[in-house]
């Protein structure tokens, strides 16, 4: 697995988790973007967060702007998830990718981790 997705689970609607994606064996440069996408039961591929990893710009979708920060650390090679007043609708398996571009276009991504469940109860 090259990146290593954790830090999902079950939480109350309102409340916070933080998801960590680790790039195990995967190098990623400057030129890189890596992002978050989320797949709920039933439904497709959904991207949610994008930050390149030269410069730090941040890219949202409109479901979870102002909810959701993305962030990395470049000396650790990993990027996080901060998700604040999660939803039900939030609920899915999210995955970090890596990808030359701030798509939203799960395709554009060449590099996958394994995924981590996300479960908001209302």
């Known amino acids: 697995v090259q990146l290593q997705a954790s830090g999902g689970g079950l939480v109350q609607a309102g409340g916070s988790l933080r998801l960590s994606c680790a790039a195990a064996?995967?190098?990623?440069?400057?030129?890189?973007?890596m992002a978050w996408f989320r797949q709920a039961p039933g439904k497709e591929c959904e991207f949610v967060a994008a930050?390149?990893?030269?410069?730090?710009?941040?890219y949202y979708s409109d479901n979870v702007k102002g909810r959701f920060t993305i962030s990395r650390d470049t000396s650790q090679s990993t990027v996080s998830l901060q998700m604040n007043s999660l939803k039900p609708e939030d609920t899915a398996v999210y995955y970090c990718?890596?990808?030359?571009?701030?798509?939203?276009?799960?395709?554009?991504?060449?590099?996958w981790g394994q995924g981590t469940l996300v479960t908001v109860s209302s």
């Open positions: 990718g890596r990808g030359r571009e701030p798509s939203r276009q799960a395709s554009q991504y060449t590099y």
């Open positions: 064996s995967v190098n990623i440069f400057s030129s890189h973007v």
């Open positions: 930050i390149r990893w030269g410069g730090g710009r941040t």
